[in-house]
């Protein structure tokens, strides 16, 4: 059965090709995909999908029912690029100026497109496939709106699954991983509110800016006091947005910051710990702060039964090599949002080389490998034909 995938996907891969070219060189920020789900909605319908759009705006749910089988598979992919230049010089590069499908989901969608083209040509399964388009991922939560626009209560799955390219990872190995795989994420803003002033007599003023610095540096001891060694734990303050002039003690400063941590317990803790940190610090200074939760994933959850179902789907289509255990690693996916909706699934990887020159995702110079478009699509089909038997 699998051997046969590989075979019949091959004379279609130059087409595929360069339909990934095509959304590279036109790319689209998070619910802006409009050109992108027209087209893919425009495919999956010339192949025989029943199309639903609309969910979280610029979505696409391509249902396709073969026979009589009650059995129900989602598959997942991503379409949004990132708003950054792209530097790679290649001739499919983005035709739009600060904006770059700068982490793969051109690949993404279109390895999900060339799958869903081969599925209903040969329809050598039994249920229903739901293959689910998302808009922005990058901003960490088109999953979550699709869900409150109703995903799975409209498209029911009893399996879910999810993959993202990894340069780094050995060419085409399938990396897998059971539990938590991905962190959470959450992204605070801190509003400093002081006594602003001249800097020529402080001691009327209550500075802002140094409550700041006092509560970045307080911030550190969270992860180094309150969480255990052996629970990973990022807390990062990436702005602190303070005045232009030197001479001024400011009143008012904004901190942003982002939590990563792989157990929702602790992720509780670190977020509880940076609010009591941030307005006690402010308040033995004088001053006040205000925590604004702006975003939030969850920590990315694998089911070890899908775990081995992709496992065993790769074993038999590339040979007892195909796979390989991963670490978990502290970036995050709103793929999270579906998995902590509907734990049945997973999330995995495949390598797209692990050369000394090649870029990682968010580089300028980064672009998806072409290579591994047809693996992933062998992969889908294998999961669709291995599952809805």
Same mark, same amino acid.
């Given at each position: 059965m699998t051997h046969s995938i590989v075979s019949a996907l091959q004379d279609s891969e130059e087409r595929f090709i360069?339909?990934?070219?095509? #959304?590279?060189?036109?790319?689209?920020?998070? #619910?802006?995909?409009?050109?992108?789900?027209?087209?893919?909605? @425009?495919?999956?319908? @010339?192949?025989? &999908?029943?199309?639903?759009?609309?969910?979280?705006?610029?979505?696409?749910?391509?249902?396709?029912?073969?026979?009589?089988?009650?059995?129900?598979?989602?598959?997942?992919?991503?379409?949004?690029?990132?708003?950054?230049?792209?530097?790679?010089?290649?001739?499919?590069?983005?035709?739009? @100026?600060?904006?770059?499908?700068?982490?793969?989901?051109?690949?993404?969608?279109?390895?999900?497109? &060339?799958?869903? @083209? &081969?599925?209903?040509?040969?329809?050598? #399964?039994?249920?229903?496939?739901?293959l689910i388009f998302q808009p922005a991922e990058e901003l960490l939560y088109g999953g979550r709106v699709m869900l409150e626009d109703g995903l799975f209560d409209r498209f029911p799955c009893d399996h879910i699954f999810g993959l993202h390219n990894m340069p780094g990872q050995k060419l085409g190995k399938i990396g897998l991983r059971a539990g938590p795989m991905m962190a959470s994420a959450d992204t605070l803003h801190i509003e400093v509110n002081g006594v602003g002033g001249h800097g020529a007599v402080p001691e009327h003023t209550v500075d802002a800016t140094l409550v700041a610095c006092h509560i970045t540096l307080a911030l550190q001891s969270i992860v180094s006091r309150n969480i255990t060694p052996f629970a990973p734990a990022v807390v990062t303050v990436g702005s602190i947005q303070a005045g232009h002039a030197p001479n001024i003690i400011n009143e008012k400063v904004l901190m942003k910051l982002t939590v990563r941590t792989l157990n929702e317990a602790v992720r509780e803790k670190v977020l509880q710990r940076v609010h009591d940190i941030a307005t006690a610090q402010a308040q033995s200074f004088g001053a006040t702060a205000t925590i604004s939760h702006i975003h939030g994933s969850p920590v990315l959850n694998n089911d070890p039964q899908a775990v081995e179902m992709v496992r065993a789907v790769a074993t038999d289509l590339f040979g007892q090599d195909a796979t390989a255990e991963i670490p978990p690693f502290m970036g995050s996916e709103d793929f999270a949002f579906m998995l902590e909706r509907n734990p049945n699934g997973c999330y995995f990887t495949i390598g797209a080389g692990d050369e000394p020159d090649r870029c990682m995702v968010h580089n300028p110079g980064y672009d998806f490998n072409d290579q591994i478009l047809k693996t992933g699509a062998a992969i889908w089909a294998g999961l669709t034909e291995y599952y809805l038997r």
């Open positions: 360069a339909l990934r070219h095509h #959304f590279h060189q036109h790319p689209e920020l998070g #619910f802006e995909e409009h050109l992108t789900s027209d087209r893919v909605a @425009e495919l999956l319908a @010339e192949w025989g &999908y029943e199309v639903d759009r609309g969910l979280a705006g610029t979505g696409v749910v391509g249902t396709l029912k073969v026979g009589s089988g009650g059995k129900r598979l989602g598959l997942r992919a991503d379409m949004d690029a990132l708003p950054m230049q792209e530097m790679s010089g290649k001739a499919w590069a983005s035709a739009t @100026e600060g904006k770059f499908h700068g982490c793969g989901h051109d690949g993404h969608t279109t390895t999900l497109l &060339y799958a869903a @083209e &081969y599925l209903a040509r040969k329809r050598h #399964f039994n249920g229903t496939l739901h």
